[in-house]
């Protein structure tokens, strides 16, 4: 695993619709509470080319899409070279002693790829060398449909989101992620969060 010495890289993991981006939020304000200098990540890195704008694109528009076909393989790839070009910045505020709290990263790639019929050794392949998480956190549960956005290919079928879920569980065993229940109350879920950061990190630097 891939460390530094001052920052820790935080990963919050969920299907879509789950919460995360409020999660990450409070993670975000409960640390710099304590005097921790924290930097909020959002992956894929939309404002960053070539990949980024074409992602945003892609994801959201269905004659976009139709315009430029891609195979699961193809369009993953994408994925994680805009995570490749971005790594050095993230490194870089890591050794200032920045706390970076993710919000998805390789596992959510992972998770859609399989999703969409992706080969797994392929999908882990494309993202070697990556930087590996100190922390990830997965949000688990039944996503809220209050925040659907219409015509993101990836929130608008929810046979496709299920899938995803099991396949998100199934990573997490494998690769030991923490979980927190998403299904509870905004208060709640942030505690579990914090618990786990607390047992997790904090309890051996403050």
């Not at 409070?26 to 921790?36: M, N, T």
């Not at 200032?96 to 019929?117: C, M, N, R």
């Not at 607390?198 to 051996?204: A, G, K, P, V």
């Amino acid at each position: 695993m891939t460390t530094t010495e001052n920052g820790k890289f935080i990963v919050l993991y969920g299907i879509n619709g789950i919460g995360k981006t409020t999660q990450t939020d409070l993670l975000v304000s409960s640390l710099r509470s304590r005097g921790i200098s924290v930097v909020h990540v959002k992956y894929p890195i939309y404002d960053l080319a070539p990949e980024g704008p074409f992602l945003y694109n892609y994801l959201r528009s269905a004659a976009f899409r139709e315009e430029h076909k891609l195979t699961t393989h193809e369009l993953q790839l994408k994925f994680a070279e805009n995570r490749k070009r971005y790594d050095d910045v993230v490194k870089k505020q890591l050794a200032e002693g920045q706390w970076i709290i993710a919000e998805d990263y390789v596992g959510t790639s992972i998770a859609w790829g399989l999703t969409w019929g992706g080969a797994l050794h392929y999908l882990e392949e494309i993202n070697e060398g990556l930087l590996q998480s100190d922390l990830t956190i997965l949000l688990d549960g039944d996503r809220f449909f209050t925040s659907i956005e219409k015509g993101h290919v990836n929130e608008v079928n929810a046979e496709r989101l299920a899938i995803c879920r099991s396949f998100l569980l199934l990573l997490g065993e494998k690769h030991k992620w923490r979980t927190a229940r998403a299904n509870q109350s905004i208060a709640d879920v942030h505690k579990d969060v914090m618990q786990i950061v607390e047992e997790e990190l904090l309890r051996n630097i403050l």
